[in-house]
């Protein structure tokens, strides 16, 4: 590992900042993405917001620039997105999304009470089709991303995750897409060279079993310190070869 405090630029959604009783700040320190970094002798920074999908975490990629900032300070990039993408979305994303514009208060008040009774319903109804982003857009924008930073910093680490589960009422409990969803994101990631972390391996009896947040989506503190161990293992050993590389490239540029 290099000799400087490592710095994990994490592009998350919700998953990354809601605890057991709600959201809380990127600086929270039992948030999993500073429980990675700590345990790494170094310090994240958080981009995400909620619902956030892959193709959310390209729009902050390439529109946000602070992030241009942090990708020039940046030791890995953990794209921890594709959760979201599996949940089901009864009303395509621009209008789910669009509700917030809605005037006059009233109305929207109204349009977004209905659509939270009908959510759960349609879901199961619907057999969680349709899902807040296809397959294999959730890929497609994996894939560039990737590809973004490998042109723009070659050597610069960057892993990814399997999507979560969930045991949420407001879903219907329903999450049919997220087999499909995980097992392309598995295959791509091994094509590219990508590792991910296999998240409900480590988090599913936590969340199943009701011991995370009551809304059944999001994790408790013991869920967030186990990802957060399980992320600091998988990006060890890249922080260490990546040091070990750049050693090496100091000692040939001193050679003579």
């Known amino acids: 590992m290099s000799d400087h405090s490592p710095r994990l630029l994490v592009f998350g959604d919700s ?110 109804v619907l057999r969680g089709w349709p899902s807040a982003l296809p397959t294999r857009l959730t890929v497609r924008y994996l894939d560039t991303a990737v590809s973004a930073l490998r042109v723009l910093r070659p050597s610069l680490p960057v892993v990814g995750w399997l999507p979560s589960v969930h045991h949420a009422a407001s879903y219907g409990y329903v999450q049919t897409a997220r087999p499909r969803t995980a097992a392309a994101i598995a295959r791509w990631a091994a094509r590219v060279d990508v590792p991910v972390l296999d998240v409900p391996a480590v988090v599913a009896s936590h969340v199943l079993g009701g011991h995370g947040n009551p809304d059944g989506m999001h994790w408790g503190w013991e869920g967030h310190a186990a990802v957060g161990a399980a992320m600091a293992d998988l990006i060890r050993p890249l922080l260490t070869r990546r040091g070990n590389a750049a050693t090496n490239a100091d000692r040939l540029g001193h050679v003579g």
């Open 15 to 124: 998953l990354s900042f809601h605890g057991p009783e709600g959201g809380h700040p990127a600086d929270e320190p039992r948030l999993w993405p500073n429980v990675a970094a700590r345990a790494l002798g170094g310090s994240a920074e958080l981009v995400a917001g909620a619902g956030w999908t892959a193709r959310d975490a390209w729009w902050a990629m390439i529109g946000d620039p602070r992030v241009w900032a942090e990708l020039r300070r940046a030791d890995v990039v953990v794209l921890a997105v594709g959760s979201m993408d599996t949940v089901p979305s009864p009303l395509p994303t621009y209008l789910r999304t669009g509700l917030r514009y809605l005037r006059p208060d009233p109305l929207r008040r109204a349009a977004r009470r209905a659509y939270r009774a009908a959510q759960p319903v349609l879901s199961v």
